[in-house]
């Protein structure tokens, strides 16, 4: 909003320098221009009151190369009898209250050592100039002469303080307009921070009501809606948390039932089934905790973290390596990141011959990546896998005793450190996992 501000402003004062100097663009236009019958007046009103002896020096002093005047005997403009020059003098007469007979105005060439052109630089303007050259009847004797010569780009001294005060007001108004506009800024960038916090952490911070009307409304409908999305997570998952509690009895009642089934065909197949029903209460509780972000973050090593998930998983017979730095302090949810990195170490055992979790760091954020040489994912179904309860084949999934639920968990940690999870077939074969967490 400053910067659209600030540009406006800009804009509109080259805009508002062009149409003052596109104002200028003829000798008619520039001699009757109201910075040019200032001028002569107030050399007019000065040399009247000025001694004849210091009346050089006063010349000396207003001259320069656009602005050169003389005071002669006789004037140095004849009676022209061009239409501009009659438009000009008829003009200055009536606008400087001077009889007729007391301007005269005539079209010349302009050379170099007229007027004060000496003091301009050899490539200022090219002589000869075709110019006018108006002379003034001075009450004291004599005549003031001044030139007006094709100048519509140069900036002279009424441009700049025209360029000046209409600066200053645009700088006024301008910092009025910016102030404002930060005020209103405000009221946003606490809803835009709210709302990324409750993104990364389920934190439910009330905003302040500020700012206009409508903004209001929408910070009123933001923090009713951070709150019942909270409370809705809440009581869904407490709800899940007793149901998966309170089938843990009855399942194990089951099972102790079964146990005592006389026929072993129908035995092995209770026990199956009542197995499935405990991972899958099991899993759908972790995915719960995964989505969970109550956890605090903690500053832990990230590199030990992954050798003592991989040594882990090595002592139950399954394979895993580590390679990265020794060591990587980093914030994160420990639990629910040793979480999310056993499912990816236990899919890449399941669906391949092992898992390589690797750590690096990338743009501030730290990748933790787990990769298999296993057939990999159907690029068509990669971003389909990490959806809750996404199989790609019921079959393999059954076969494996998985319900879709693993790279769903692992996606649900990410997001709650505030990153992503990244899906991408390797090759020849395999799948790479990269989970970005970044810093903040």
Same mark, same amino acid.
């Given at each position: 909003?400053?910067?659209?501000?600030?540009?406006?402003?800009?804009?509109?004062?080259?805009?508002?320098?062009?149409?003052? @100097?596109?104002?200028?663009? +003829?000798?008619?236009?520039?001699?009757?221009?109201?910075?040019?019958?200032?001028?002569?007046?107030?050399?007019?009103?000065? $040399?009247?009151?000025?001694?004849?002896?210091?009346?050089?020096?006063?010349?000396?002093?207003?001259?320069?190369?656009?602005?050169?005047?003389?005071?002669?005997?006789?004037?140095?403009?004849?009676?022209?009898?061009?239409?501009?020059?009659?438009?000009?003098?008829?003009?200055?007469?009536?606008?400087?209250?001077?009889?007729?007979? &007391?301007?005269?105005?005539?079209?010349?060439?302009?050379?170099?050592?007229?007027?004060?052109? =000496?003091?301009?630089? #050899?490539?200022?303007?090219?002589?000869?100039?075709?110019?006018?050259?108006?002379?003034?009847?001075?009450?004291?004797? %004599?005549?003031?002469?001044?030139?007006?010569? #094709?100048?519509?780009?140069?900036?002279?001294?009424?441009?700049?303080?025209?360029? @000046?005060?209409?600066?200053? !007001?645009?700088?006024?108004? %301008?910092? =009025?307009?910016?102030?404002?506009?930060?005020?209103?800024?405000?009221?946003?960038?606490?809803?835009?921070?709210?709302?990324?916090?409750?993104?990364?952490?389920?934190?439910?911070?009330?905003?302040?009501?500020?700012?206009?009307?409508?903004?209001?409304? !929408?910070? +009123?409908?933001?923090?009713? @809606?951070?709150?019942?999305?909270?409370?809705?997570?809440?009581?869904?998952?407490?709800?899940?948390?007793?149901?998966?509690?309170?089938?843990?009895?009855?399942?194990?009642?089951?099972?102790?039932?079964?146990? $005592?089934?006389?026929?072993?065909?129908?035995?092995?197949?209770?026990?199956?089934?009542?197995?499935? @029903?405990?991972?899958?209460?099991?899993?759908? $509780?972790?995915?719960?905790?995964?989505?969970?972000?109550?956890? /605090?973050?903690?500053?832990?090593?990230?590199?030990?973290? =992954?050798?003592?998930?991989?040594?882990?998983?090595?002592?139950?017979?399954?394979?895993?390596?580590?390679? &990265?730095?020794?060591?990587?302090?980093?914030?994160?949810?420990?639990?629910?990141? !040793?979480?999310?990195?056993?499912?990816?170490?236990?899919?890449?055992?399941?669906?391949?011959?092992?898992?390589?979790?690797?750590? =690096?760091?990338?743009?501030?954020?730290?990748?933790?990546?787990?990769?298999?040489?296993?057939?990999?994912?159907?690029?068509?179904?990669?971003?389909?896998?990490?959806?809750?309860?996404?199989?790609?084949?019921?079959?393999?999934?059954?076969?494996?005793?998985?319900?879709?639920?693993?790279? !769903?968990?692992?996606?649900?940690?990410?997001?709650?450190? %505030?990153?992503?999870?990244?899906?991408?077939?390797?090759?020849?074969?395999?799948?790479?996992?990269?989970?970005?967490? /970044?810093?903040?």
């Amino acid at each position: 909003m400053t910067a659209v501000v600030v540009a406006s402003f800009v804009v509109l004062l080259a805009i508002l320098t062009a149409l003052e @100097m596109a104002d200028q663009d +003829d000798l008619v236009s520039w001699a009757g221009h109201a910075s040019t019958v200032h001028r002569l007046w107030q050399a007019r009103q000065a $040399l009247e009151h000025l001694p004849p002896e210091r009346r050089e020096a006063f010349l000396a002093a207003t001259s320069f190369c656009h602005e050169g005047y003389t005071v002669t005997s006789e004037p140095a403009a004849t009676q022209g009898t061009e239409r501009e020059a009659v438009q000009v003098r008829t003009e200055l007469a009536a606008r400087l209250r001077l009889p007729e007979g &007391g301007v005269q105005v005539d079209r010349v060439m302009l050379q170099r050592e007229d007027f004060a052109y =000496a003091r301009c630089r #050899p490539d200022e303007m090219r002589f000869p100039l075709s110019g006018l050259v108006i002379s003034i009847r001075l009450a004291s004797g %004599g005549w003031l002469n001044a030139e007006i010569h #094709p100048h519509e780009w140069h900036l002279h001294s009424e441009l700049v303080a025209w360029l @000046m005060r209409s600066g200053a !007001a645009f700088l006024v108004v %301008g910092l =009025a307009a910016v102030w404002f506009a930060h005020r209103l800024g405000r009221p946003l960038a606490r809803l835009t921070e709210a709302a990324q916090q409750f993104d990364a952490g389920r934190v439910v911070r009330t905003v302040p009501r500020s700012g206009p009307e409508d903004l209001r409304r !929408a910070i +009123d409908a933001f923090n009713a @809606m951070q709150q019942r999305i909270a409370d809705d997570m809440t009581r869904r998952t407490q709800t899940l948390a007793a149901i998966g509690h309170d089938l843990r009895s009855p399942l194990t009642a089951l099972r102790i039932q079964a146990e $005592l089934v006389e026929d072993p065909v129908l035995r092995a197949e209770l026990i199956r089934s009542i197995d499935k @029903m405990t991972r899958m209460a099991a899993s759908a $509780l972790a995915y719960l905790q995964g989505e969970s972000r109550e956890e /605090p973050r903690r500053r832990v090593d990230l590199a030990a973290l =992954a050798r003592s998930e991989c040594a882990d998983h090595v002592a139950m017979g399954q394979v895993a390596s580590y390679d &990265g730095p020794a060591s990587l302090p980093w914030p994160v949810r420990p639990d629910a990141l !040793a979480r999310a990195l056993r499912n990816l170490i236990d899919n890449a055992n399941k669906y391949a011959s092992g898992a390589c979790v690797t750590l =690096a760091i990338e743009g501030g954020d730290a990748l933790l990546r787990v990769s298999d040489t296993g057939p990999g994912v159907p690029g068509e179904d990669l971003p389909r896998v990490v959806e809750p309860f996404a199989r790609l084949s019921a079959a393999r999934e059954a076969a494996h005793g998985g319900f879709g639920l693993g790279l !769903a968990i692992v996606r649900a940690v990410a997001e709650g450190h %505030g990153g992503h999870l990244e899906l991408a077939n390797r090759s020849p074969s395999g799948l790479l996992v990269t989970m970005r967490l /970044p810093l903040r």
